[in-house]
């Protein structure tokens, strides 16, 4: 299941005599089963669009991203009060997780997936393969490609997950590659709609003009063994009981 994350947002807004500040913050409850021991807290603090402060349940601790903040943020993690604070943040996030879970199962949109060409591939040039994913809620979704079961990492390019304006998302993952006759292509799919990652696979398909002749062809081929098989039947009847001479 994929990882999902229930945010806590809090604005500030500074104003001054020239011009406007602000600040804001949010919290964040990650968690990917309802296992609470795999649940993460992170504390996050922006100033003018710069991340200055975070927090992280994993380390226990603040840590600063600017010069000007390093003084601040030793005296928070010298706070005892405020790290147990933290700490009591993440507590409460655990205990939330089975609920949430639940939530998520219950709201949860299960994704409509193609895998399909969009570049046939020759011996020169790769061609193009997309793992389409559409019409799923939540937001967090996991494209991954296989070849014959091992994971594929270079010529891979994903989008991120676009909204479609209805509380429901869509996102495309790319491969170029040259498969060979042999080669079995998949896109996995993890999702919490899914209880496991399920696996699409691709199927090369006959171009449609070459379809057509092969439709054509076979027709004529049996077209033509039906007239040979009603000639010969037809010979045999009308030349029973005669004996052919050659004629010199």
């Given at each position: ?8 947002l ?12 602000y600040?804001?913050?949010?919290e964040?409850?990650q968690f ?5 021991h795999?649940s ?7 100033y ?6 975070s927090?992280?349940?994993?380390e226990?601790k ?19 009060h ?31 997936v193609?895998?399909f ?14 793992c ?12 991954t ?8 990492t ?12 209805n ?8 491969l170029?590659?040259?498969p060979?006759p ?27 003009s070459r ?15 039906a007239?040979?098989?009603?000639g ?5 009847k ?11």
């Amino acid at each position: 299941m994929s990882t999902v994350g229930l945010h806590l947002l809090c604005l500030c807004l500074f104003i001054s005599t020239t011009d406007a500040h602000y600040m804001y913050g949010f919290e964040n409850c990650q968690f990917s089963s309802e296992d609470e021991h795999e649940s993460m807290f992170f504390g996050y603090v922006y100033y003018n669009k710069q991340l200055i402060v975070s927090y992280n349940s994993t380390e226990g601790k603040f840590t600063s991203y600017t010069e000007k903040t390093k003084e601040i943020v030793n005296g928070l993690n010298k706070n005892q009060h405020l790290l147990n604070e933290m700490k009591h943040a993440h507590d409460e996030c655990k205990q939330g997780v089975p609920d949430m879970v639940k939530i998520l199962e219950e709201s949860a949109q299960k994704p409509q997936v193609r895998v399909f060409s969009t570049k046939t591939a020759t011996s020169h040039q790769p061609g193009i393969i997309i793992c389409s994913a559409y019409n799923f809620y939540p937001k967090p979704i996991t494209l991954t490609w296989l070849r014959n079961g091992e994971e594929v990492t270079s010529e891979v390019i994903s989008t991120d997950e676009m909204s479609d304006g209805n509380w429901l998302y869509q996102k495309h993952s790319y491969l170029e590659y040259i498969p060979t006759p042999t080669d079995t292509i998949e896109c996995m799919v993890e999702h919490a709609s899914l209880p496991t990652p399920e696996l699409y696979k691709w199927g090369r398909t006959v171009p449609k003009s070459r379809k057509n002749k092969i439709i054509v062809g076979t027709a004529g081929l049996l077209l033509g063994l039906a007239f040979t098989t009603i000639g010969v039947i037809y010979y045999k009847k009308h030349t029973k009981g005669h004996v052919l001479v050659p004629n010199y």
